[in-house]
Every structure is written in C-alpha cells, then in structure tokens.
Nanobody, 110 residues
C-alpha cells in the first residue's frame, strides 16, 4: 500500500488549497480512506473520510470548509480546503487501514 500526497503549500488566511493523493497497492474503494493531519506538538487527527460507497465524514472543524472526494478510476483522493486559517497549518496525510503516506505540508499565514 502506498500513497503519494501533493498540493500543499503556503497560503494566506482565507485562502484555498486542493490536496491530491494517488493510491496504489490495494483495491481502491474497499474500506474507508481518510485525510488526516498532524500539527507540531499535536496528535494526528482525522480531517475527513470517504467510504467506498461515497459516504463521507468531516471533523467539526472541517465542516462547511473542506470537501473530500475520490476518483475510483484514477485511484485518487482529493481534499478541497477553503477559507483556511492558521489553525489548519499541519502536515496532511492520506490514510487507509493503518497506512499513511509521507504527507504534504499546509502552512497558513495571517
């Protein structure tokens, strides 16, 4: 199982980013995929998840601002993030059944 995340960067308060994750090594769509994040000195937390049937879950801080989506044919998972704020600064990871990618850094400056 392997993930390669991309799309992170430096953005101003209120800005947007779209994260992408290409997955390989398992049957995409089986089980739940998620975007997790970890800020310095904090525990890793789930941002949003996507089930094989299209069911989604969002952490309270992500509701109304972030949208998770997937392209089964391309084995891609996405996270559209709008109205970012400095509290969103973290490393963002794809996750599936205990496996995470190397992550992509998101930094929001005020």
């Amino acid at each position: 199982v392997q993930f390669v995340e991309s799309g992170g960067g430096l953005v101003e308060n209120g800005g947007s980013l779209r994260l992408s994750c290409i997955a390989s090594g398992f049957l995409f769509g089986i089980g739940t995929l998620s975007w997790d994040r970890q800020a310095p000195g904090k525990n890793r937390e789930t941002v949003a998840s996507w089930g094989g049937s299209g069911n989604t879950y969002y952490a309270d801080f992500a509701k109304g601002r972030f949208t998770i989506s997937a392209d089964n044919e391309k084995n891609m998972l996405y996270l559209q993030m709008n109205n970012l704020n400095p509290d969103d600064t973290a490393m963002y990871y794809c996750h599936w059944r205990g496996t995470w990618g190397r992550g992509t850094q998101v930094t929001v400056v005020s």
